[in-house]
């Protein structure tokens, strides 16, 4: 076995991130005095090494670890959208850090190694491989939750994050025993030509895939499965809260696209009023509970709740061979709505927060619009874009969202999903009018790369509104060559 | 020899107790053991059925021992930050959010 033969090249960007993660462990330790200003800089540098050498494994798909790592484009293209989304991460938290007395090297360790987990998520082409990149995504971010100790709320979060989320590893795994025991494989290839040729226990591998459903869907925290998600988002340091609302869905979703469509199509008769009744519940209950929020930080963990139901809204059609190209495309394109969208929207939540969790209530977003007119206007843009009004992403992925699901023929879904998105205006756009219509005197922070991060998401979520029909062109490329 | 269909019955219902234990128990630890519980009556399930494949279940077994221990390390680290935080690591003395 040489190294060409594992393919190790094939996954260079992930070997970089995870080599310079271990050498920035030991480097914190022993080497430099004021580190935790220089591992930022660092796990930084490290980042857009890996983008580098990323960015030109697009095209042709390549294979490492015979077969049970695949870097087709669907993986490339999420794989420089998680890259980009750990800088805008680092960039977030490194004031958010210093100001809060949190700064420790360990923190940006930490994210690079979940970042390399959630690429080995987005390549898995093996059930094993889905296990072990599912941990490694996860253990950090149990850690992360926790970082703000010995803040209680924080402590709890990672408690409450970890039990949830070891439990559902426990269901990942016992489905991927299932589909071992029906199939006698583990690849996602190797158990759709032993499903085709017929299985002695069919019924295993139906409940095994629905245990895996269940362990990704806490991940991505889909309702019934979403119990966690607004203590976790409300107590965790809001800079991983950032991280976590984009990262953990990413790589969830690419985990639940990749295994379905590859490995189970044949059982998408059972599976798909399951993933129907999901995509329902999630819809409504993440949007009607989000109303009654007034805690900023609730508000959007309720928010993240309902956007997953807009992307399972397109992982319904996953049975229907014509539309499955066209459906990935758009979920690929929703996460970059949603990247972006949300990773902005945080910013400001930093830019308002304090010490001892002041600062996070909606009635402190009053008078926003006249103290700092740009930070407004960069949240209004954000609430925009979440409610799916253009010019912004939000609004071009709903209709790449809504288009597949119409293609597939499921309008009951389309139009729950229309009355759900009027819903959700009530509540972002109440967002707005507190900061524009409400008397009122905000404390705030201006702080560089926070100001960096507001404007760049800002900007990006209307100038890539303009560029979505390229983006959208680059995404349903990505997913050609995956089926 | 005793059938594979033993293992496979005896592994669900270690997993049914593994999953009542987290849903029932109160105790973080004790939760933590009902989720351990769990995944090694996966474990029990990879080895019973790579009796009738190939031995890719059993390596399989291995990889998840490790992710189980590195689970281990972090959650009890988390519980005694918990427990020299609130003296208590029972789950329902430990929940301040509501919402």
């Not at chain 1, 015979?66 to 293209?77: H, K, R, S, T, W």
């Not at chain 1, 008769?269 to 329902?280: K, N, Q």
């Not at chain 2, 992710?67 to 930050?81: D, H, N, Q, R, S």
């Amino acid at each position: 076995m040489t190294v060409s033969e594992l393919g190790l090249l094939n996954i260079l960007p992930i070997l970089i991130l995870v080599v310079w993660a271990c050498v920035l462990l030991l480097l914190d330790v022993f080497v430099f005095p004021k580190r935790e200003q220089v591992t930022p800089l660092l796990s930084a540098v490290g980042l857009v090494v890996a983008l580098i050498y990323t960015i030109p494994q697009f095209g042709q798909p390549k294979e490492a670890f015979n077969g049970m790592l695949v870097i087709d484009g669907f993986a490339v293209f999420l794989n420089v959208l998680v890259l980009i989304s750990g800088l805008v991460a680092v960039a977030l938290s490194y004031d958010y850090l210093n100001r809060m007395g949190m700064a420790r090297g360990e923190y940006y360790v930490m994210m690079l190694f979940s970042i390399s987990g959630i690429m080995l998520m987005t390549s898995a082409a093996d059930l094993i491989v889905v296990f072990l990149a599912l941990e490694l995504l996860s253990i950090p971010l149990y850690i992360l939750a926790a970082f703000g100790r010995p803040k209680m709320e924080s402590e709890e979060a990672g408690i409450k994050y970890f039990l949830l989320g070891a439990f559902a590893g426990g269901f990942v795994l016992y489905g991927i025993a299932l589909v071992y025991g029906a199939t006698g494989q583990t690849g996602l290839t190797g158990i759709v030509e032993a499903a085709s040729g017929g299985l002695e226990n069919p019924v295993f591998l139906l409940v095994g895939a629905a245990l895996i459903l269940v362990g990704l869907g806490f991940k991505v925290a889909a309702v019934p499965f979403h119990m966690w998600t607004p203590d976790v988002y409300e107590g965790a340091p809001t800079s991983v809260t950032a991280f976590m609302a984009v990262g953990a869905k990413v790589g969830g979703f690419a985990a639940l696209l990749r295994v379905f469509m590859i490995a189970f199509p044949s059982i998408s008769v059972d599976i798909t009023p399951v993933l129907w009744g999901l995509t329902a519940a999630t819809l409504i209950v993440g949007n009607v509970l989000a109303v009654a929020q007034r805690n900023i930080k609730r508000l959007l963990a309720y928010s993240s709740i309902s956007h997953a139901g807009f992307i399972l809204m397109a992982f319904v059609t996953y049975g229907d061979a014509s539309v499955r190209p066209e459906a990935t495309a758009a979920v690929l394109f929703y996460m970059v709505a949603f990247a972006i969208t949300s990773f902005g929207s945080w910013a400001v939540v930093i830019a308002l927060e304090h010490a001892e969790d002041r600062g996070l209530e909606l009635e402190d977003y009053a008078g926003l619009g006249r103290k700092r007119p740009a930070l407004a206007l960069a949240m209004a843009i954000f609430m925009f874009s979440f409610t799916g009004v253009p010019p912004t992403m939000g609004f071009a992925g709903k209709l790449y969202i809504f288009r597949a699901v119409i293609q597939g023929e499921y309008y009951g879904l389309a139009v729950l999903g229309v009355i759900v998105s009027v819903i959700s205006a009530y509540y972002y756009l109440r967002v707005v009018v507190v900061m524009y219509m409400r008397e009122g005197d905000p404390e705030t922070h201006s702080e560089g790369w926070l100001n960096l991060t507001t404007a760049v998401t800002a900007v990006g979520t209307v100038v890539l509104f303009i560029f979505s029909a390229p983006l959208f062109d680059w995404a349903a490329q990505a997913v050609l060559r995956m089926f | 020899m005793v059938p594979v269909s033993y293992y496979v019955a005896l592994s669900a219902i270690l997993f049914s107790i593994g999953t009542l234990g987290v849903l029932i128990r109160r105790n973080a630890i004790v939760i933590f053991m009902s989720v351990e519980l769990m995944l090694n009556s996966a474990n029990l399930l990879f080895v019973a059925f790579s009796r009738l494949y190939d031995l890719e279940g059993q390596i399989f077994v291995f990889f998840v021992m490790t992710v189980a221990a590195a689970e281990v390390a972090v959650g009890l680290a988390m519980i005694v930050a918990v427990f020299r935080n609130k003296r208590s690591i029972d789950i329902d003395q430990i929940s301040s959010m509501k919402g």
